[in-house]
């Protein structure tokens, strides 16, 4: 609707107060009239004429009649993109604006996450977001970009901001964050899936597409296993891998195969996707072939550099190498990844795994206060007792991811 909305009006304020001056009359109209027979239909009739109202007093009187006429006659261009959601992420991840810009400005009108929630998945304070928002908006208004679907061949440029958006977007449904969140928003990881595929008929040759629709694939297949009866986190080796979604496992592979056929070179989401179905594709936890993921680890590391990579690398190497080998890899990261919750956690498994078990459950505790997950706190609440001796644990440490 926004993404329609800003192809008739050509202004994204206009488009994001209408929707929401829209969405807000139907909770109250239709709590006292019920639900209209095509929901969909009466939101995008009332968001437009809301967004006509506001062009009526904003605008000169010529001009407001020019809109009106365009926004009751022009036919929509969808450039061959069927799908409103992903023609509006496409149209956010316009070439002029800057990468950051557009990932959040994306992110934002199409994920539906908020501020706070973009700014810990970029582990940056909330203002840089907000700044980040403000001025691609400012960039889209002052460079008057058109609000239309982008033909074929620019789609490759407006790609690689896309895929990071839909990584995000899944990554905030696992685990999601949030004052009394759920283990998993099932909604963002699913909208997630169904975008991504579609990006994927749009590109079907493009191995990173490919990547990142295994890699979430992957990481769906586990869903049903994820959480323990208590309502904790299960890590991967706790998971009953016989419930896993098998057919969805091998449509992962087959993509990854494929891709390796049309596109031998590895980028970021296909050697995430690779590490992932290494986990996927053991039969036990204990057959993992954790040197395969080091060396996966290292080839991404030579891509992306990042804090994060860096600390799952450890992860892996931990796993290999002991964790005495992997903990000053850890602790090396701490000035940059002092928010960030799993870095506590992973170094404190570490810790307790060495029997340093005070230093492990003060990392618990830190871990603890910076989760904003139910299911987690849960998991990590039974390791710090487990490292205060308070019970016998069943976890295995550092060794998997949920």
Not at 109 to 114: H, Q, W
Not at 147 to 160: Q, S, T, V, W, Y
Not at 344 to 357: E, K, Y
Request: charged letters at 25%.
């Amino acid at each position: 609707m926004i993404g329609a909305l800003m192809r008739r009006f050509g202004d994204l304020d206009i488009a994001e107060e209408a929707a929401a001056d829209a969405f807000a009359t139907a909770v109250e109209r239709w709590r006292r009239e019920g639900v209209p027979p095509n929901p969909g239909g009466w939101l995008t009739t009332t968001a437009t004429r809301k967004a006509l109202d506001r062009l009526r007093r904003a605008r000169t009187q010529e001009e407001k009649y020019r809109l009106v006429h365009q926004a009751l006659n022009d036919d929509e261009d969808v450039g061959g993109v069927p799908d409103e959601r992903l023609r509006l992420l496409l149209i956010c991840c316009h070439p002029s604006l800057p990468l950051e810009g557009r990932v959040a400005l994306t992110l934002r009108m199409v994920g539906g996450p908020t501020v706070p929630e973009i700014a810990r998945a970029f582990l940056v304070q909330e203002s840089t977001i907000g700044q980040r928002i403000s001025r691609a908006k400012a960039k889209v208004r002052s460079a008057a970009l058109p609000f239309a679907a982008p033909p074929e061949e620019e789609l490759p440029n407006r790609i690689g901001a896309v895929l990071a958006v839909l990584y995000l977007v899944f990554n905030e449904g696992y685990p999601s964050t949030g004052e009394h969140a759920h283990a998993v928003r099932h909604d963002l990881v699913l909208e997630a899936i169904r975008l991504t595929r579609m990006v994927r008929s749009l590109l079907p040759r493009d191995g990173e597409v490919a990547g990142l629709l295994a890699l979430m694939l992957f990481a769906e297949a586990r869903h049903a296993t994820r959480i323990a009866p208590d309502g904790a986190l299960l890590t991967l080796d706790q998971q009953d891998r016989h419930a896993w979604d098998h057919a969805m496992i091998r449509e992962g592979l087959h993509l990854l195969r494929d891709a390796d056929r049309d596109e031998p070179a590895q980028g970021r989401y296909r050697i995430l996707a690779a590490i992932s179905a290494t986990h996927c594709s053991a039969a036990t936890a204990g057959d993992t072939g954790w040197a395969r993921i080091v060396a996966l680890y290292d080839l991404l590391a030579r891509i992306d550099p990042s804090p994060i990579v860096r600390l799952n690398r450890a992860v892996a190497i931990a796993e290999v190498h002991g964790p005495a080998v992997a903990l000053p890899l850890v602790d090396d990261l701490h000035d940059v990844l002092a928010r960030y919750q799993p870095y506590f956690a992973v170094r404190a498994d570490l810790l307790r795994r060495l029997d340093r078990r005070d230093e492990a459950a003060t990392a618990y505790e830190t871990a603890i206060a910076l989760s904003g997950n139910t299911a987690e706190r849960a998991l990590l609440t039974r390791r710090l007792e487990a490292a205060r001796g308070r019970s016998d644990s069943r976890d295995r440490p550092a060794s998997g991811a949920p």
